[in-house]
């Protein structure tokens, strides 16, 4: 299926011509000792260095290495044998010395982290690299930018996509179980995100593409009918999983950017993520925080599709000043508020009258997005699959307090410049009661 869609040019009907950059995608139980070894040959590299840390060379890089000895191509395996490796600025150093001067390309064998640790690295000394992936645990495989902790903080930097990829259905099939539930929440977060999206079209007139939005929830949908063959762990429904998560980056490629793979949901998600960061606390896979997130947006879909606005009280509303919000969002952000004042500072999107144009636009098109609100799934539909999954579903499961929670549903929107379900509710004068709503429903317990 996903081979339609790379090394061609698309001429679509939303008026873009849509392009992939990655040139080969391989998902086979050959795919290490036939396409690999063929991939190489066919570019002539003579030298390369294989990167793993401990579990992606237990995964895949002793068989890497091992079908490597049987041919004439040189390598060198760097190896780091840290219990956890996090993407910053040791991982990037010590890769960046180990390779110096050497190596025509560099094989990432891993999932995120040394991925995006080789996608930087490689870029940045001028080198190829391509990937063998062994979890299906996230959908940036084929990602173009390198998500890097800097300073403490999470940032972006836009780098390369990998040459090739290379995928053994066996080897994502034994990935641990939450690496698996990890990707499926990170693939569940593109049903909201497509309705993030079509949202933001219908109030901003934002581009927006069916042909790319179809391909993305087509490829969710499929997922969620192997959801028995993930939890037995077949190899097939691994591949299938990995397969949709490819495509969305794709459609990642295909958009220019990543509004078909990433919403509000995903904002959640980056606002935990940078609070775990900045206090020195476990890291929770991408993924996990994604479902969790995902189940947060629908519940705001659920909630728009029951109001009935008053647009005159709205207006009249009064709302925060700027010096009340930036002493909030130093509470929220911490150490990384200054970027977050900044961001708004240029996008503006709290403006009053900013929201004052789009209150007139929500208005006139109130029936669209209340239709579009009522046919979004149902929060229990994507929490009914994370628990067959065994996957965490509440903020509670992975750590989040009451606090952080309520302060991610109301300011994680202001983490992009993108409009979403979440920025929609602050428009309404809804978003305070609904986080209230939200908490209380998930920590009544506590
Ligand atoms: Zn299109
Ligand atoms: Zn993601």
Known sequence: MIEQYISKSIKCKCGK????????????????DT??????????????TVVCDKNGYKAAGKMVCGTLEKTDIQYKLHLFHNDFLAP?????????MGIFGESD?????GSGTVNDVCRYVSAVAGKEFCTVGTAPSMDGYISGSSALIYNNLKLTFETHPPKAVFFEPTILANAPRNMISSG???????????CDWKLSNIINGEWYCDFISGIVSDAVWKTIDCCDGLIRGDSESAAVLLEALLLSGVCMDFAGNSRPASGCEHHISHFWEMRFLLEGRKAVFHGTKVGIGTVIALKAYEYVSALN????AIRNKPRMSFDEWE????KAFLGASNEIIELEKKSGKNDIEKLDTRLSVIEENWDKIKALASDAAKPEIISSILKRLKAPITPAEIGVEKELAKQAIIYAKEIRDRYTVLQLLWDLGELDSFAETVVNEYYKMY
Do not use: M, Q, T
């Not at 190489?40 to 003579?46: I, P, Q, S, T």
């Not at 390309?105 to 064998?109: D, F, H, K, P, R």
């Not at 929440?185 to 049903?191: H, R, Y």
């Not at 002493?327 to 130093?330: A, E, F, L, R």
């Open 327 to 330: 002493n909030n969002v130093h």
């Open 309 to 312: 606005p008053d647009f005159k």
């Open 105 to 109: 390309i560099i094989v990432a064998v």
């Open 184 to 194: 499926v929440g990170d693939l569940l977060g593109k049903i909201n995100c497509l």
């Open 35 to 48: 396409d690999l070894i063929a991939f190489l040959k066919a570019n002539k590299y003579r030298s390369l």
């Open 88 to 96: 910053d600025e040791y991982a990037i150093g010590n890769l960046a």
């Open 17 to 32: 011509v849509h392009k992939s950059r990655v040139e080969s995608i391989e998902i086979n139980d050959n795919a290490i």
